[in-house]
């Protein structure tokens, strides 16, 4: 099947520190990529949508210049939290899927905890 | 916006029990997928439905995209530790979609 690399898998640092995070289809093409926040025991909840070459679409409440992303390419996507703060740590995972009502593969996800 | 009411939100059961659980929506989807979550992990993919009355297996699992566009069901047949997770459905609601809606998942417990 479809193959998500998300890396790091888990980042502790201090507040204040800005992290990436990065999201690779290894075996397939990724029209568009996705990312998503997840709180314990919730459900995933959508932070933004790229499309290799484009701006990300931010769904409401997420802020455009906390969450960086960039869609250099077919296969990379990376999430940038800048400047993080305690509030800032979460589950964060991307996924990504061909073409259209194709299913999205999820990476492994990143458990970012600022301190 | 769309919502997947998930039921139920958590089971505990015997092993080699089967087990069912089932999303509706109130709007059409035109295709549902179910992915298992394990701790700490992203959601992997375990079956995709693309066509309305649309009945597939994967191994033990199978689900059925309903009839009606609305719903869908998974079932576990003769539950094993391994099957132990947090079961979300999901599903495109549109032509044309691009953003999955997730209900909200399904804890499931399986007792040697």
Redesign the interface.
């Given at each position: 099947?479809a193959v998500?690399s998300?890396h790091p898998s888990r980042v502790i640092c201090k507040s204040g520190t800005s992290v990436k995070i990065e999201c690779r289809s290894l075996d397939f093409q990724a029209t568009?990529m996705?990312w998503y926040r997840q709180f314990p025991k919730?459900?995933?909840m959508?932070m933004a949508?790229s499309n290799e070459g484009s701006k990300a679409t931010y769904e409401q409440g997420v802020e455009k210049d906390k969450f960086l992303i960039n869609h250099a390419s077919l296969t990379l996507s990376t999430l940038t939290v800048t400047s993080a703060h305690p509030e800032d740590s979460s589950?964060y995972?991307c996924?990504a899927?061909g073409p259209?009502?194709q299913?999205?593969?999820?990476?492994?996800?990143t458990?970012l905890s600022i301190l | 916006g769309q919502q997947l009411n998930q039921s139920p939100q958590s089971m505990f059961i015997q092993e080699g029990e089967d087990v069912s659980m089932n999303c509706t929506s109130s709007s059409i989807f035109n295709t549902w997928l179910w992915y298992k979550q394990d701790p700490g992990e992203g959601p992997v993919l375990l079956i995709a439905l693309y066509k309305a009355g649309e009945l597939t297996s994967n191994g033990r699992l199978t689900a059925q995209f309903g009839i009606t566009r609305k719903d869908s069901f998974l079932n576990i047949s003769a539950s094993i530790p391994s099957d132990v997770g947090i079961y979300f459905c999901a599903g495109y609601s549109g032509a044309g979609s691009y953003q999955l809606t997730f209900g909200k998942g399904t804890k499931l417990s399986v007792i040697p």
């Open positions: 099947g998500v998300q568009t996705f919730k459900s995933l959508l949508t589950f995972i996924s899927s259209l009502n299913p999205q593969h999820f990476g492994d996800g458990r | -």
